[in-house]
Structure formats: C-alpha cells, structure tokens
C-alpha cells in the first residue's frame, strides 16, 4: 500500500470510529431526549424587587411629587415655600400622617404665599401628556383661592407656566381638589407650584398630601405604577416576584424595619419610612430617600398577579440588618409574638376570605379574590444563633396555622463561608422548604461555580437563589461580559431545577441620578429606561424556562465551563415537544459544537430551528443614551435533524437553541 493510500485508511477509520462513538470531534455533547428529569418550575426565574436605587418612590411608583405629605422629618424637605407657610400638626385628616402646611395670604398684591415641589430629580413633564393632580385642602375661614401650576423655572420665554388650575376652596372640611394638566411644553426639571391667591379678607388654606401622577400608568390605574418600568418587568415574564426586600425588610433600627401592615389601606393615612439606602454608604448619600408606602403590600400582590408571576413576600424575623449593627439589635424573643402575628396576619390578608379582618381590607382595596399566596420568607440576610432561635418560633406557628405555606430560611449574605455552613445544617434540622441562598460574586467564581449545585442534597430543603449578580472586578457595572457569566451559570441553575426551584437576580431597578448599588437589571431616568445585558439574560431564561430538564453532557459531564470544554456551559430543556438548548460560550475564540440527540423518533426530526443570540464586545454596555448596543438577535432556520446537528458557537456569546418538530 502507497504511503497516500495508508494515510487515507487512517483518516477514512478516524471518521468512522467518531461517527460512531462521537468523541473525537471537539465539543460534542449528548443530549437525551427521551431522558426526561426533573420538572422547571413555574417559578424558576423570577425577579426582586427592593426599594434601592429610588426604586419605589421616584422610580416604579408613578408619584412625581417628593414629601406630598410633609412627613420627612425636615418637614419640608423636596419643598420651597415662600411667604407664610407654616408647618401644621394638629388637626390633620389623617392620623398617622399629621403634618399639613397652611398657607395665609400676604395683605400685599404683589406678595405671594406658595409651595414648590422639585419632585424625584425634577418634575418631568411631556408635552400634551396629561398630568393628575390631587389635594386634601380646607379654607379655615370658609373661602380661599389656591393656583396650581406645572412650571419650567429655567424657561427662557415670557412666561415659566406650562400649565394650571385655580381651586376654590371654600369648604372648612377638609376635601380632595383634583384636577388633570396638560402642559404645553416638554421639561425635564420641572417644578409643581402651588400658591394661595391674595384675597381681600387675607383668609388662609390649609394644604395636605399634594400629589401629581401621569395619567398613563400602568393598566391606567389610578395612583399607579410608571407603565415603561411596569411594563419591561411584564415583558419579562417572570415566574416569581420576590419583595419588598432586602436589607429595608430589616431595618437600621427596629422601629425602620419594614411594617406590611403600614402600607396598606388609603394611601393617604400610610405613615412614612425611612429608608436604610438613605444614608448605609456615605460615598452615595440621598438625605431624601424615604418610603411613602404607596408601593405597598397590596400593589406588590397585585403587580405579581399582573405579571403572572408567584408573590413572595419577606418578612422580619426579629433582627435588624446586621451588617449595619456591630452589636446586633435583636427584638428580645418573649416579645417576637408581633412579629409572627404579622406573618399569620399577611396570610389572612393575601389568601383569607372577605369575612376576616384582613382579607375584608384586601376586597376593600379593591381585589376580593385571593391572591394566592403560597411562599414566604422569613428573615433576609440573617446569620448566627439568634437568627435560628428567632426562626423556629416563626416555623412552629406557621406549620401549626398555615401548612400550606412554604417557608423560606436564610443562608446569610455569602455564598460560603462560616455562616454559610452553619445556617444550613440548621435550616434541615428546622426544615424549612427553601434556602435563600444570595451571590454578589465576580467573574471567576461565576465561571468556576457551574457544577455548583450538581451535588447538592436532593432530599431536604430546596434553594432559592435570591439574590445573584456577577459583580465584575473594577468595573461594577452592566457590561455584557459579566452578564455572559451570569448566563453560563444559569445553565447549572436549569441543570438542576430538582434542586433549585426558584432564582431571582439583584436588584431590579436603578434610577441614573439615585443609585446606591450597582450592577442593576433596569436603569432608568425620568423618561425612559433602558434593559441591560443581564436582562435580556433573564428573558431569554424566563422565556425558555421550558418544562422538563433533559441530560446534556460532554464524555459524561454536566457542560460548565469545566477543564477541556473550551468555556462553554449549557444545558437543555423540553418545553412541549419542542427541546431547548442553551449555550454561553465564555471563552475568546468560537467553539465548534455537535449534538448527538438520542431518543429522538426518527419519524419525527426536528424540522425547524430558532436561535436567539446575544453577543457583544465584552465592555458593551446599554445605556439611556444608547439602549440597543446589547440585544438578543433572532433568526429562524430549516434543518433536518433526527440525531445529530453541528453548530459554531461565537466567542463570548450566549444563544438559546429552539428546536421544533
Ligand atoms: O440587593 C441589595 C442588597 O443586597 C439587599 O438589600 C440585601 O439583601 C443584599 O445584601
């Protein structure tokens, strides 16, 4: 045989012997169809919302007016007032929110007494939009005149009025004045001003929770939520809505933990909180950021049940953030009854029927039926002993009323570590359903974490990662890169869905000129907002959740990132009869990729495939200026495959495979 003729064999019994045992050529996966484990969850992918970064109030919350009811302990901080405006306790409409300001005229015609509101880093105003605005106002002297205006201060024209309404207020009641505005005139800081006109008899009018909202919000409700912000949370679709926090769940102090029963009922009467964002980071100080509460625990369930997504509320288990506490303020435990009623309380209120205290309250807002409650967490980031000797009170009286509730623990703030190791011995031993495991982590421990939960316990509780971002090292912020990890690793989240039953990515929002945290999932300003990389890295998991996990693996191991797999992670799901594979290829050169598909019928190939693509330079970044530099890309293709199919992966990119029959 000729030397050419030799060569030839070889190469004809190399191709041979890797069509058959489909080893040889780099990156060949098996995927087992006709292997079906665990079900995905409903709730797999989900979201957390916490009033960080003027989330709530100057961000989701549509209220553009900024201490509406004087109550920020500078009574009137986020005001001007001119001439006489005096701050008022006594005699308000509403008790736990007393403050008022009365206005009294000036005797002088050209002198004038008013408010202004600068609102959450301005009052931004569209042209044409219509705005609502709304005030409880009384005339102690039985007659008063009171002239509200949108107004762009720095105006260069004749005027700075871009649109106004005069009240006659000539109840001694106290009354709500509404009126709609349409300016005429874009501004970005605008102003609400509000002013008493001279009158001859100089007769004053007393002021109290001024308000102004767009009158588009979302699902138009009244009071509601920015519909742009809403709306990108909806587009999501999420499958669990984790709230309201978060270290604000814990409170500096106990008396600013978060209260569910303070935020309920008329918004008017919701006493003001402080939030712990405020001031925790002298580097990033907001003296302003306090919770008005009209982002409640009713508009959180409601919100869920718009997004299709499960409520899942935090409660405090009787500690306050003890990161902020060197020597931890601890509720003393013959005084944690409260704390578990309110926990039985928001059961009655979430899920109880129109004849008990609470649920009367929910119909009485507005929502009759049930909203279904059927998890809770008690206890955010909370470590040591006196986190568990809190917690099983909490668990012993939950499981002896409700059964029916799962409950959540915590494993601390870290990842590992002590607490890590001590917390969940003790959550078996209390047995709670869930662990809420949180991970602000850089870049190699996203890369090396891919096998993390491939063995895991499978009996005993079940994780929820609560809190997750891929923080990257000296450069904090949402660039693709990072977001690219945060992919990869979900693919060991969807890998093991027997073990981790819900995942919620940290935080949520984040307002451009108000963040204290960062990387965030949405950023937005006044006007608009914008998706991150990580962002569409959750709709892409969310929208392909699927409903069962199917085997993926490389010469026998799960696909993450592990030694000879060239960066790449994956991992596959059916969703009905389709089958979906996802990829982040992390590494900096593309990847040949084949997957042998076993258990395929072979009357039945897979005929169509979509593939959604998101790939960027590694620092690309979406801003407001610029939302569109990292978005995922669709392209839909024929093929015929009933066992194997080829693929290159692009560096640095993550793609969700669909495949149809
Ligand atoms: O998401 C920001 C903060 O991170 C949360 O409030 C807290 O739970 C964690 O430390």
Same mark, same amino acid.
């Given at each position: ?52 970064? &003027? ?42 929110? %007393? ?29 044409? /939009? ?28 004749? !005027? ?10 000539? /109840? ?40 102004? &909202? ?12 920015? $519909? ?8 999501? $679709? ?52 306090? #919770? ?20 899942? %509320? ?15 303020? #601890? ?7 409260? &704390? ?16 008990? !205290? ?70 078996? $031993? ?85 963040? #204290? ?87 039945? %190939? ?43 992966? %692009? ?11």
């Amino acid at each position: 045989m000729s030397l050419i003729a030799a060569r030839k064999r070889i190469f004809a019994i190399t191709i041979s012997v890797c069509a058959v045992c489909g080893i040889c050529a780099q990156n060949n996966a098996v995927l087992r169809a006709d292997k079906p484990g665990a079900a995905v969850r409903s709730t797999m992918y989900g979201i957390f919302f916490e009033d960080i970064n &003027f989330g709530a109030d100057g961000g989701l919350y549509a209220e553009m007016v900024k201490n509406r009811s004087f109550e920020f302990p500078q009574s009137l901080l986020g005001w001007k007032s001119f001439g006489q405006a005096d701050v008022l306790e006594e005699g308000g409409p509403f008790s736990r929110n %007393p403050h008022y300001v009365r206005l009294t005229p000036s005797e002088h015609s050209e002198m004038r007494t008013g408010l202004e509101n600068e609102g959450f880093f301005g009052v931004t105003l569209t042209k044409d /939009s219509l705005y609502k605005f709304s005030a409880f106002m009384r005339a102690p002297e039985g007659a008063g005149i009171v002239r509200v205006e949108l107004c762009n201060p720095a105006a260069m024209g004749e !005027t700075q009025t871009l649109a106004e309404h005069t009240f006659d207020v000539s /109840s001694p009641e106290w009354t709500k004045y509404t009126a709609v505005l349409k300016p005429d005139a874009d501004v970005k800081k605008g102003v609400l001003r509000l002013f008493v006109e001279q009158t001859d008899r100089n007769r004053p009018v007393d002021v109290e929770h001024v308000s102004l &909202f767009p009158g588009a919000t979302w699902k138009n409700r009244p009071g509601g939520l920015r $519909r742009d912000l809403a709306q990108a949370l909806y587009d999501l $679709r999420p499958g669990v809505l984790r709230f309201p926090g978060g270290c604000i769940v814990e409170g500096t102090v106990p008396s600013q933990r978060y209260q569910w029963k303070n935020t309920v009922g008329p918004v008017e009467n919701r006493p003001l909180n402080k939030n712990r964002w405020l001031d925790c980071f002298a580097y990033r100080l907001f003296p302003d950021y306090y #919770q008005s509460c009209g982002l409640g625990f009713f508009e959180y369930f409601q919100l869920a049940e718009d997004l299709g997504a499960e409520p899942l %509320p935090v409660l405090n288990v009787g500690l306050v953030c003890q990161y902020q506490n060197d020597v931890c303020q #601890q509720i003393p435990l013959d005084s944690l009854q409260v &704390f578990i009623q309110d926990a039985v309380d928001l059961i009655e209120f979430a899920n109880g029927s129109t004849d008990t !205290t609470w649920g009367r309250l929910r119909a009485d807002m507005g929502h009759p039926e049930p909203f279904n409650l059927k998890v809770m967490a008690v206890g955010n980031e909370q470590w040591g002993p006196e986190y568990i000797e809190r917690l099983e009170p909490f668990v012993r009286e939950l499981r002896r009323q409700h059964p029916e509730i799962k409950i959540i623990g915590s494993s601390g703030p870290n990842s590992e570590g002590d607490d890590f190791d001590f917390l969940w011995p003790e959550m078996r $031993r209390i047995g709670v359903d869930l662990v809420d495991e949180h991970f602000y982590r850089p870049e190699s421990w996203f890369l090396s974490e891919g096998t993390r939960y491939d063995d895991y316990p499978r009996k005993g509780p079940k994780v929820f990662a609560g809190e997750y971002a891929c923080h990257g090292e000296g450069k904090k912020y949402n660039h693709f890169y990072t977001a690219l990890l945060e992919a990869a690793f979900m693919t060991g989240l969807e890998r093991n869905a027997d073990v981790v039953e819900m995942a919620t990515y940290a935080p949520l929002f984040a307002h451009v000129e108000g963040w #204290q945290w960062r990387p965030d999932l949405i950023w937005f300003d006044n006007n608009d907002c914008v998706r991150t990389s990580s962002y569409y890295v959750q709709q892409l998991y969310c929208q392909n959740r699927g409903d069962r996990v199917l085997p993926l693996t490389m010469d026998g191991k799960s696909v993450a990132g592990l030694e000879g797999q060239n960066g790449l992670f994956a991992s596959a799901v059916s969703d009905g009869d389709d089958i979906v594979v996802k990829i982040a290829n992390t590494g900096e050169t593309e990847q040949p990729f084949t997957l042998h598909i076993r258990g395929l019928k072979k009357s039945k %190939p897979l005929l169509h495939l979509t593939e959604t693509r998101l790939s960027a330079a590694d620092d690309a970044e979406n801003t407001i200026e610029r939302p569109d530099v990292v978005v995922p890309v669709t392209v839909t293709s024929v093929i015929d495959v009933s066992d194997e199919w080829s693929t290159v992966v %692009p560096a640095r990119s993550f793609i969700v495979y669909r495949f149809k029959h």
